[in-house]
């Protein structure tokens, strides 16, 4: 029971963590290598939260308006005078995300620091006890996916968004103001990696390097997920436990290594990935 609580909990966990990832590349084309910084800006709006002694609660949303709000400067700022050079783009994200972390290290230092949870102790289950935290995070990752869902199948905003991902040159051609559907989409995706990074630092600590490992794997998983939020879901579920298997049964550094490992794998066997062919 415990082995595949773990797997569910950590392919939750992922898929918080990659969904602001997939969004922006659905619509942008682009890896957003800032992602590992605003999830960093998260982990430290959470941090900002727990020393000024709000609930922890308060956390997450707070993270999440820090975020879009630095998405938008970014966007605006950095992104948008690249759009049609993608190469460039992606290398000025992956700047940010370093720039980021040096920010936080000049201004807040290096020390690791931890924050504290919303939720504490464990629920007792068949076969033993489990963390009521990471409970509770499956939860949050199935309201995200109805939200998403929601959102880009039963709104305009979700119309004109699909529109652009399926033929962006068509949609403007049809009146879309394309530009607006990336500011809004960029400004969401950094949102959600900032809450993902708020929801996560619970079950770690928060450090000005903090973002990096869930970086890399976030973007393999969108590498084998297309824009897909339900092969998003298979492919955190199947990786994710996979490293969980792994790192079970083997040894946990070589579990550290399983997501990159196995999705260059089925990028190799399969370009397309999850998605359908």
């Known amino acids: 029971m415990s082995t595949i609580l773990d797997i569910v909990t950590t392919a ?13 590349f659905g619509v942008m084309k682009i890896i957003n290598f800032a992602h590992g910084g605003f999830l960093t800006v998260g982990g430290y709006s959470a941090l900002l939260v727990t020393h000024m002694g709000l609930h922890p609660w308060w956390a997450p949303a707070f993270a999440f308006v820090i975020g879009a709000v630095c998405g938008m400067a970014i966007e605006r700022l950095v992104v948008r005078p690249l759009y049609a050079r993608p190469l460039d783009a992606i290398l000025a994200t992956w700047g940010l995300g370093i720039i980021i972390g040096q ?11 931890f924050v504290q949870s919303p939720v504490s102790g464990a629920l007792e289950l068949p076969g033993g006890s489990y963390s009521g935290y990471r409970l509770l995070l499956v939860l949050i990752a199935i309201a995200l996916g109805i939200g998403m869902t929601a959102l880009l199948e039963g709104t305009r905003l979700g119309l004109v968004t699909r529109a652009v991902i399926m033929n962006e040159h068509l949609a403007r051609g049809l009146g879309i103001n394309s530009g607006l559907v990336r500011f809004a989409t960029f400004s969401l995706g950094a949102g959600l990696a900032s809450l993902a990074g708020a929801l996560i630092t619970p079950l770690s600590s928060v450090d000005p390097n903090m973002g990096v490992p869930w970086l890399v ?19 955190c579920l199947v990786l994710g436990g996979a490293q969980v298997l792994v790192s079970a049964w083997g040894n946990p550094i070589l579990g550290g290594l399983t997501i990159v490992v196995l999705a260059a794998l089925v990028l190799r066997l399969r370009p397309q990935g999850f998605a359908r062919g």
Do not use: D, K, P
Not at 103 to 113: D, K, N, S, Y
Not at 222 to 234: E, W, Y
């Open 217 to 235: 794997n976030a973007f393999m998983i969108v590498m084998v997920s297309g824009v897909s939020l339900a092969t998003l879901a298979i492919a």
């Open 103 to 113: 920010v936080i290290t000049l201004a807040i230092g290096r020390e690791v620091q």
């Open 12 to 24: 939750a966990i992922l898929y918080v963590v990659a969904a602001g990832l997939l969004l922006v």
